[in-house]
């Protein structure tokens, strides 16, 4: 049994081979990237950006769709749906390496940014992908950074809004049924964001993501197990666990 820190929170894990990541073309996934021991990975308006500007160049270059962020200060969210079997790993890999480089040239330091490598899952698109983006969106506001999504200036909340055009989101086709209308989408997004994520949900979401399984219903996870050699969910009893805390 290895004991490791998360955050400040002490977890035990049982020692195993480390899973490769879940990651399946088509299929939107949670991913979450943290700075090492929860320090600052922006300090300044300019870090934001050109990690934006890092995003929207890899994720067109490998193919992957970004449909929602958020980046805090010391992590970040996306939401994201890749078209190959190796682009989102492509892209993650790709923007650390870049933006580690940046950063440390920037602040006259060395060594790791990030906690370890990014943590991910896949979600059913119908039951989870509208609660993960309002998840996203209120990460500042559960943070106690905000009072409300619409006033954090570093998340896709803006473009969902119709305040802004952001050039990285690729909306899902599930928030174009939302309504008939850019108005009417904009108005049934904010509701959505409004009535907030529930604590199970909001949960779900955390745990799925931070320990890599997939996040549906019974027939979901099923039909997923079909499409990949990697186990998708957590194994029964006897088998070992990997059992990590809700938070943000």
């Known amino acids: 049994m290895l004991i490791v820190n998360w955050g400040q929170i002490p977890i035990k894990i049982a020692k195993m ?35 934006l500007a890092l995003l929207d160049d ?20 996306l939401l994201a749906t ?7 790993p492509q892209m993650m ?9 940046y950063f440390n040239d920037l602040q006259a330091r060395t060594g790791t940014l990030w906690e370890g490598r990014y943590r991910s899952t896949l979600i059913q698109t119908d039951r989870y992908l509208l609660a993960c983006m309002a998840y996203i969106d209120l990460n500042p506001v559960r943070a106690g950074m905000v009072a409300e999504a619409a006033s954090y200036p570093w998340s896709s909340h803006g473009q969902y809004m119709g305040v802004r055009s952001d050039k990285l989101i690729t909306p899902h086709p599930l928030y174009w049924e939302l309504a008939n209308t ?16 529930g604590s199970d949900q909001q949960a779900a ?19 997923l197990q079909k499409k990949t050699l990697r186990r998708v969910q957590k194994g029964k ?4 666990a990997f059992d990590v805390p809700v938070i943000d």
Do not use: C
């Open 17 to 51: 081979a480390r899973l490769a990541r879940l990651t399946l073309p088509g299929y939107p996934h949670h991913i979450i990237q943290r700075g090492n021991n929860r320090q600052a990975i922006f300090t300044t308006a300019a870090d934001y950006q050109y990690l």
């Open 58 to 77: 890899y994720a067109k270059k490998f193919e992957v769709d970004i449909h929602a962020y958020v980046l805090m200060t010391n992590h970040f969210h």
């Open 82 to 88: 890749p078209k190959t079997d190796t682009g989102l």
């Open 93 to 101: 890999q790709a923007v650390g390496r870049r933006y580690v480089r």
């Open 182 to 197: 850019p108005f009417g989408r904009e108005a049934a997004y904010a509701d959505l964001v409004r009535a907030g994520v």
């Open 205 to 223: 979401l955390t745990r799925s993501t931070l320990a890599g399984w997939a996040l549906g219903t019974d027939d979901f996870v099923a039909d």
């Open 237 to 240: 009893a006897g088998r070992p």
